[in-house]
């Protein structure tokens, strides 16, 4: 657990986007639209940002990474602006914020051993004093990461499946042991098994390590499943946020109860009657919403 509290403030952050292929939208698209928020490690917390894709949300995670400055607003690291931090400021902050991203394959070179991404966290941050204390310390974050060792070192990206690759970047936060994760849609190509392995993951190291992570899915019934809070992204805004039992038991936005309403249901032997009609009257700035009817299956 951290002695005092870390904190990422997300201030009134818009991003645009310009450029000659957005000429149906007058040559801009606002990506993100003045979002403010914080994520704090004290307590640690789930937080999930959902929405469909083209929200925004993608876009968010880059920002509060620092790879992507936004055109307006600012986020900060413990009350300094991320985009200006230099030295050793900045070396603590790429070590308190640590990404996961969505594919499993593209995160690693496919011409090096996946050894060398946990080696150069090893060698970037001084997290250990020679090669067999690395080892070590290589070792037991596999297997804090349900991963045997001996069946991931020295192989390269091909030779495992998507759910080793996902889990060898995890270890690699758990080595890291930061502040926050920003995980971008880390499940959506992970079979249902790797996913529910993944996300006990998530929740042993904000339970055991006191890891705050921002959690970006498209999936409610994943952020049902790690629980904390909940924000829903919509145009590059938040349009609703609560505790995940309140906003998606009792979704007050018309946007949310349309994401909960597209949700089919687990019966194999029931159909869509129709196809969800959604209609979005911007000059009356509201969702109308038909809702689909569910055929029960003949007894």
């Known amino acids: 657990m951290a002695d005092s509290e870390n904190r990422i403030e997300v201030s009134h952050v818009t991003h645009e986007f310009h450029g000659a292929a957005l000429r149906a939208t007058g040559g801009k698209l606002v990506a993100v639209n003045d979002v403010s928020f914080s994520l704090t490690d004290s307590p640690p917390q789930i937080v999930n940002l959902v ?8 876009t968010l995670a880059r920002i509060i990474l620092g790879l992507q400055k936004p055109t307006r607003g600012s986020v900060t690291f413990n009350g300094k602006d991320v985009y200006r931090l230099g030295g050793r400021d900045k070396e603590e902050y790429l070590r308190s914020v640590q990404p996961v991203f969505q594919d499993p ?92 392995l993944f996300l006990n993951i998530l929740i042993d190291f904000r339970d055991k390590y006191g890891m705050t992570t921002l959690f ?8 049902y499943y790690v629980g904390g809070d909940i924000m829903v992204m919509h145009k590059g805004g938040i349009v609703e ?19 909960l309403s597209s949700v089919p249901v687990p019966d194999p032997d029931a159909r869509w009657k129709d196809r969800a009609q959604v209609v979005l009257a911007e000059e009356e700035e509201e969702l109308v919403v038909d809702k689909p009817d569910i055929e029960a299956p003949n007894p």
């Open 105 to 196: 394959y593209g995160i690693f070179n496919p011409f090096y051993k996946v050894d060398r991404v946990l080696w150069k966290a090893i060698k970037k941050f001084h997290l250990a004093k020679g090669r067999s204390d690395g080892l070590e310390v290589i070792e037991r974050s596999l297997r804090a990461v349900d991963l045997r060792p001996e069946d991931v070192l020295g192989r390269y990206p091909h030779q495992l499946s998507g759910g080793q690759r996902q889990r060898v970047m995890l270890a690699r936060v758990h080595m890291l042991q930061p502040r926050f994760i920003i995980a971008d849609e880390p499940v959506s190509m992970l079979d249902a098994a790797v996913r529910v």
């Open 51 to 58: 929405g469909q894709s083209g929200s925004g949300k993608s």
């Open 216 to 223: 970006i899915t498209h999936d409610l019934s994943t952020s």
């Open 241 to 259: 946020s609560g505790k995940v039992d309140d906003v998606l038991v009792n979704p007050e936005h018309p946007y949310t109860r349309m994401l």
